[in-house]
Nanobody, 125 residues
Framework: QVQVVESGGGLVQAGGSLRLSCAVS????????MAWFRQAPGKEREFVAA????????YYTDSVKGRFTISRDNAKNTVFLQMNSLKPEDTAVYYC??????????????????WGQGTQVTVSS
């Protein structure tokens, strides 16, 4: 059984940084396309970033380009999201997601089969 567990959320001031981690167990991480999504109160869950199996191809939503970096360490079965220059509008619950299908539509929420429980990120102004 695949388990996805996020960590690293917290409270930070605007302009600060946080690093989220996502540990995957059950199968080797290389099996999966990995992504981060986020959901703010009263809003739909939205795509943030995704990364291919080898870590070469990365994808970002426009609002985080240049500020966030997704990476993966397949040997440690862990995916990371480095978030810099945080803004109050980045406040949300951040979810890690995994999918073992072909590398298509990496930003599509419905392609991901495995989800973590989420970690809260709060950015104060």
């Amino acid at each position: 059984q695949v388990q996805v567990v996020e960590s690293g959320g917290g409270l930070v001031q605007a302009g600060g940084s946080l690093r989220l981690s996502c540990a995957v167990s059950g199968r080797t991480l290389y099996t999966y396309i990995m992504a981060w999504f986020r959901q703010a109160p009263g809003k739909e869950r939205e795509f943030v970033a995704a990364i291919g199996r080898r870590g070469v191809n990365t994808y970002y939503t426009d609002s985080v380009k240049g500020r966030f970096t997704i990476s993966r360490d397949n040997a440690k079965n862990t995916v990371f999201l480095q978030m810099n220059s945080l803004k109050p509008e980045d406040t949300a619950v951040y979810y890690c997601a995994a999918d073992d299908g072909p590398p298509l539509r990496p930003s599509a929420r419905d392609r991901y089969d495995y989800w973590g429980q989420g970690t809260q990120v709060t950015v104060s102004s």
